[in-house]
């Protein structure tokens, strides 16, 4: 098969499959008489491997490896790696979503603050913050915004 079919196949570009052989996690293709690439079925196996491993993202560098291994008759040593990769891959994901949640706490409480009823700010100097918006976004980075901290000293 032409490398549009393949691609058609595995569901990417031909320029991804183009990409996957010029760096060389995908086997070079033979050629035909007029110079086309000619894949066959060993070609599709290990170009759906690779890509469905990239949408598990693992790093390509790593998906191209084991693909390599898979397709050359390596599949303990595939088999021994990929339990790893996964494990780094989902320790990656609980890292970020800590992350994604802590960011997600302070839009909440950007947001609740941006959608109070408005309190005229204290006159700011120069280098001071436009407007409430912008003070409040400060603020939330920096522990509090000014008139959330005039509020809470004029209440003590």
Do not use: K
């Amino acid at each position: 098969m032409r490398i549009g079919e393949l691609a058609r196949q595995v569901g990417v570009s031909t320029d991804t499959v183009r990409f996957y052989e010029r760096s060389g996690w995908l086997p070079p293709a033979s050629r035909r008489d007029n110079d086309y690439r000619e894949y066959g079925e060993p070609d599709i196996e290990h170009l759906r491997l690779l890509i469905d491993l990239r949408r598990l993202d693992v790093p390509l560098e790593d998906a191209a490896r084991i693909a390599g291994w898979c397709h050359s008759g390596h599949c303990a040593d595939a088999s021994a790696e990929l339990p790893r990769l996964i494990g780094e891959r989902r320790a990656d994901i609980a890292d970020r979503i800590v992350g994604l949640q802590a960011l997600d706490a302070r839009l909440v409480g950007l947001q609740r603050h941006l959608e109070r009823p408005r309190r005229s700010l204290a006159v700011l100097d120069v280098a001071g913050p436009c407007c409430e918006a912008a003070d409040a976004v400060l603020g939330s980075a920096e522990g509090g915004c000014t008139c959330c901290s005039l509020a809470s000293a004029e209440a003590n």
